[in-house]
């Protein structure tokens, strides 16, 4: 049993190697969550993008597809992404591309498409075959200084060429147009913003790099979709989010109603979430409609052509517009959660969960940057320049040895060298010179450039040496990117609204949401529950399992809530709407609630949130309690009577009137004023009676102006009146005195 399992042996065992199983899967799954996360999922916090769209964006620019140019087959450019720089399956690089080109996913595409690249119901662009793109200003912005060493490159995959690591990114992207994916063991999670308001908060942070997100949100006061809609979180809610790099926000869809004369009127919805695919939405409502969950829609419409237009019928005129969205909002993708889960690639290498304030930092670090290895590259153009210039002018100075020289020397070059003490660069510059550029006209241009780029040197210096003089630079192009991109603008112009959700009743939405319907409840005594159609009168007819029979039945609404409450002193509370069917025998109630093994269902009754409870344990204790404090929305319900066995809960009346009528198990009647009865949510109640040995029998409230009524068991009907009454009335805990002539032998005041 314990023998060692080899591996067949197949010739060459001297290069098998024993392996930890654990260590080798720890290793691999390390490297491929690493790829995941570095060069797949999460986006670059400098230029917002992901490795795949850095590469499609790059090819483009080196392929020339500028804004200004001809548009491209997009299958071209697919080609060119993969075999140059990302070689993965055409299929998922075209749909990258496809997505930079969708004006209802990307708030400000990077690709002008040309051809069907899909829309908002969800369908699928056309083949690449088909399609053509270029590039879009956005690009162009995210690209400049590209070619002056604004950023560093690295070798592609098969190193016969290179790509750069990041973009230069002039535009704020990352913010600006969101992003999302799944790595491994993390995700990403960002909306899309408003340019304008973007560099609002840059320049700010500019002028005070201390600034909280706090005070960014003064600038951005959230997302800004491409889709629209309206944002309902409050604003502390927003500052959160942003404060932490983590939240969410919720969506609504912009609606407005439309009157159609005579009192009738439409619900028009024009603008829906973000990533919300309309058919599928219209789709959902349609099937709630059927199944009856949307009692206040009659009909549903897509009039929809270049914008939305989703028509909402409402079943009659007198149905509140902002009763029927809510209950829409609830049940549909009308309202939508966009998570904010700020997790960016920092500095290029590190994943991490960013606030406002630092994403946009770390965004104009790199703006600095760029604008300090352009401005090197820039200074090191003009010096090399320079040299050259100043060689020319040595040779037009010398113009007449300078041509004997090389008239006469079978090497010009190291003799003019040694002669005036000129560079190998200098010396090539001249040789190179063409005879008619020695006129006279030619020295001056030569100055003259000589000079402008001599004063361009000293600015570029100055700039290089103060940092003041950087951070102003990059306020200046980010003003141009704002001026660009300005809310005045058609693309720049906010979409997305903010507002404060409605102050709706609940109560009204929860009924709007559930088709109002006659019913009759049927408890057993053992606890099984069912919801028969319709109002029966007669429960004679009902049949109960062997051995069981009926404990209550009540009508009721599909709307209603139905209260039930325990021996064991506990509440719990169903929708009328969610009973098990009158089909069989129904459920048992444990299956539906948390009951204890102990307890048994006391009674069972429709709520009225306006009326009151007088609740009685056997021991004689008692208090009111309001029944909206008897409403219990979890499935363990709510205790209300402290109760512990032998003692149960074994009454509960409604209150009316004015006096409380109490009678012990002992034939003994109290009456007296319903003020000396407390008012409590939850407690263990006062004594309403004294006893020597037994408990209550029953409890009644009544008016005392009336009389006490009760019944006897042959159906006939009593009143003692308040002179009558005199020798039962007393105080609260006390004993009583022995019930009336005539009072029935059960002890109950109903026979």
């Not at 909002?329 to 606030?355: C, D, H, Q, W, Y």
């Not at 009540?554 to 021996?567: E, N």
């Not at 069917?581 to 102990?598: A, K, V």
């Not at 022995?738 to 026979?751: C, D, E, I, L, N």
Request: overall charge negative.
């Amino acid at each position: 049993m314990g023998q060692e399992i080899l591996p067949p042996s197949g010739g060459d065992d001297d290069h098998i190697q024993p392996v930890d199983l654990k260590a080798a899967l720890e290793q691999r799954y390390l490297a491929y969550a690493l790829s995941t996360i570095m060069h797949r999922a999460l986006p670059d916090v400098r230029d917002g993008l992901k490795p795949v769209h850095r590469r499609i964006v790059y090819a483009m620019n080196e392929m020339g597809l500028r804004p200004t140019s001809a548009f491209r087959k997009c299958a071209k450019i697919v080609g060119e992404v993969m075999g140059n720089y990302h070689p993965h399956g055409d299929q998922s690089i075209y749909d990258a591309l496809a997505r930079l080109a969708q004006d209802f996913s990307q708030r400000y595409t990077l690709v002008n498409g040309q051809g069907n690249f899909g829309n908002i119901d969800g369908d699928s662009p056309a083949a690449m075959r088909y399609t053509e793109s270029k590039m879009t200003a956005v690009s162009e912005l995210l690209l400049e200084g590209i070619d002056q060493d604004a950023v560093d490159f690295r070798d592609t995959y098969d190193e016969s060429n290179s790509e750069p690591i990041v973009l230069p990114g002039a535009f704020p992207n990352l913010l600006a147009n969101g992003s999302s994916g799944i790595a491994v063991g993390m995700a990403t999670s960002i909306p899309s913003h408003n340019a304008h308001e973007l560099c609002d908060a840059a320049l700010h942070l500019i002028k005070h790099p201390d600034a909280t997100a706090e005070k960014l949100v003064e600038f951005i006061p959230g997302p800004d979709f491409p889709t629209g809609g309206i944002i309902i979180d409050s604003r502390e809610s927003i500052i959160e989010s942003y404060r932490t790099g983590r939240g969410g926000f919720r969506v609504r869809a912009k609606w407005q109603t439309e009157d159609l004369g005579r009192g009738g009127y439409q619900i028009v919805i024009t603008e829906i979430p973000f990533q919300v695919q309309k058919s599928r939405l219209i789709e959902k409502i349609a099937e709630l409609l059927i199944a009856r969950k949307l009692p206040l829609l009659e009909d549903i419409r897509d009039e929809s052509a270049e914008d939305i237009r989703v028509v909402l019928v409402p079943k009659t005129r007198s149905v509140d517009p902002t009763i029927l969205m809510e209950s829409m909002f609830k049940l549909t993708e009308l309202e939508n959660r966009f998570p904010l889960n700020m997790n960016v690639l920092s500095m290029g290498r590190i994943p991490r969960v960013m606030a406002l304030n630092e994403v946009l930092k770390e965004w104009l670090d790199h703006r600095r940057e760029v604008l300090q290895r352009r401005s090197r590259f820039r200074l090191a153009a003009i010096e090399r320049r320079l040299e050259i210039l100043s060689g020319l002018l040595i040779a037009y100075l010398n113009i007449d040895e300078v041509i004997k020289i090389i008239r006469e020397e079978d090497e010009p070059k190291p003799v003019m060298m040694a002669r005036w003490d000129l560079s190998d660069i200098q010396v090539e510059a001249i040789l190179n010179m063409r005879l008619r550029a020695l006129r006279k006209l030619e020295e001056f241009e030569i100055r003259k450039e000589f000079d402008e780029l001599t004063k361009e040197k000293g600015e570029i210096e100055a700039l290089l040496a103060s940092d003041d003089k950087q951070w102003q630079t990059v306020a200046w192009e980010i003003g141009e990117v704002k001026k660009k991109f300005a809310k005045a603008t058609e693309v720049g112009r906010r979409r997305t609204q903010f507002a404060d959700a409605p102050e709706a009743d609940e109560e009204a939405i929860q009924q709007a949401m559930i088709e109002k319907e006659p019913i009759t409840v049927v408890i057993s005594e053992k606890g099984w529950i069912r919801a028969l159609k319709g109002h029966i009168a007669d429960t004679a007819t009902l049949t109960f399992k062997e051995g069981d029979g009926l404990k209550l039945a009540f009508p009721a609404q599909t709307t209603d809530k139905i209260l039930i409450v325990t021996t064991g002193g506990k509440a719990f509370t169903l929708g009328g709407d969610k009973l098990p069917g009158g089909r069989g025998h129904g459920e048992p109630l444990r299956i539906i609630i948390d009951m204890d093994n102990d307890q048994a269902v006391l009674t069972a009754f429709v709520h009225d949130p306006s009326r009151k409870q007088l609740i009685v344990s056997t021991a004689g204790n008692g208090f009111v309690v309001p029944e909206a404090e008897l409403v219990a929305n979890t499935r363990k319900g709510k205790q209300i009577m402290n109760v512990a066995l032998p003692e149960e809960t074994q009454l509960l009346v409604p209150v009316g009137g004015d006096h409380v009528a109490v009678v012990g198990e002992n034939r003994k009647l109290l009456v007296f004023p319903l003020a000396q009865v407390p008012e409590m949510s939850r407690g263990k109640g006062v004594r309403l009676q004294r006893y020597k040995d037994g408990g209550i029998s029953d409890v009644r409230c009544f008016s005392i102006a009336n009389g006490l009524v009760w019944e006897d068991s042959a159906g006939r009907t009593f009143t003692k009146n308040k002179d009558e009454l005199a020798e039962w009335l007393s105080d609260r805990a006390t004993a009583g005195r022995t019930v009336p002539k005539g009072f029935p032998r059960s002890g109950k005041f109903a026979g």
